[in-house]
């Protein structure tokens, strides 16, 4: 089975700073990468598909790159509604898989 | 747009069976192009896919390792809906279960609301 490790597991963060999430895969999975959001009583949200492709209706200030086994989640300029636990996730083979989580909090 | 109704109880006794149920809306259940999934939450297992139910010509599933001797999940066309059961369930399977409609390169963009079950005599 393939396991997803993400870094850090929490940070904390201003408003308008640049943050970086790392999603690293036990093997190599392509581009078989996508990106949740989850804020407090609320399912997950997809952010990013396919590693690095934005869904529609998420704002710009997210992008995702890698590929292979290196995954990461960029904010480029955090908003007040950001702060929230993010996910990454495997779709290259079943059993799907999920990393643990990042909480990012408010410094 | 495809909304996901769940239903079932919120408690059920250790050894008994866990039974909840996903009504599909803006979608089909048969359609060629979508699974539909139960992945549960927990403090201490985070979230952890269960496995799924898709039409391709025929019917398929895919189950985790970690259930699979106790999950069965079934489409019921007649419904538009799909269901979980899980067998002689134990505290640890206590989490928030959620049915997911997977579209292409299996992302999981419509959710439903969850159901919290709690597994208690």
């Known amino acids: 089975d393939i396991q997803m490790t993400q870094s850090p597991s929490s940070l904390s963060a201003s408003v308008g700073d640049r943050v970086t999430i790392t999603c690293r895969a036990s093997?190599?999975?392509?581009?078989?990468v996508n990106w949740y959001q989850q804020k407090p009583g609320k399912a997950p949200n997809l952010l990013i598909y396919?590693?690095?492709s934005l869904q529609s209706g998420v704002p710009s200030r997210f992008s995702g790159s890698g590929s292979g086994t290196d995954f990461t989640l960029t904010i480029s300029s955090l908003q007040p509604e950001d702060f929230a636990t993010y996910y990454c996730?495997?779709?290259?083979?079943?059993?799907?898989?999920f990393g643990q989580g990042t909480r990012l909090e408010i410094k | 747009q495809v909304q996901l109704q769940q239903s079932g109880p919120g408690l059920v006794k250790p050894s008994q069976t866990l039974s909840l149920t996903c009504a599909i809306s803006?979608?089909?259940?048969?359609?060629?192009?979508?699974?539909w999934n139960w992945i549960r939450q927990s403090p201490s297992r985070g979230l952890e896919w269960l496995g799924r139910?898709?039409?391709?010509?025929?019917?398929?599933?895919d189950y985790a390792v970690s259930v699979k001797s106790r999950i069965t999940i079934n489409p019921d066309t007649s419904k538009n809906q799909f269901s979980l059961q899980l067998k002689s369930v134990t505290p640890e399977d206590t989490a928030l279960y959620y049915c997911?409609?997977?579209?292409?390169?299996?992302?999981?963009?419509?959710w439903g609301r969850g159901t919290l079950v709690t597994v208690s005599s």
């Open positions: 093997q190599s999975i392509s581009s078989y």
């Open positions: 803006g979608d089909s259940v048969s359609s060629n192009s979508a699974a």
């Open positions: 139910t898709y039409y391709r010509s025929k019917w398929y599933n």
């Open positions: 996730q495997q779709s290259y083979t079943t059993p799907i898989a």
């Open positions: 396919a590693a690095s």
């Open positions: 997911v409609r997977e579209g292409t390169i299996s992302t999981f963009g419509y």
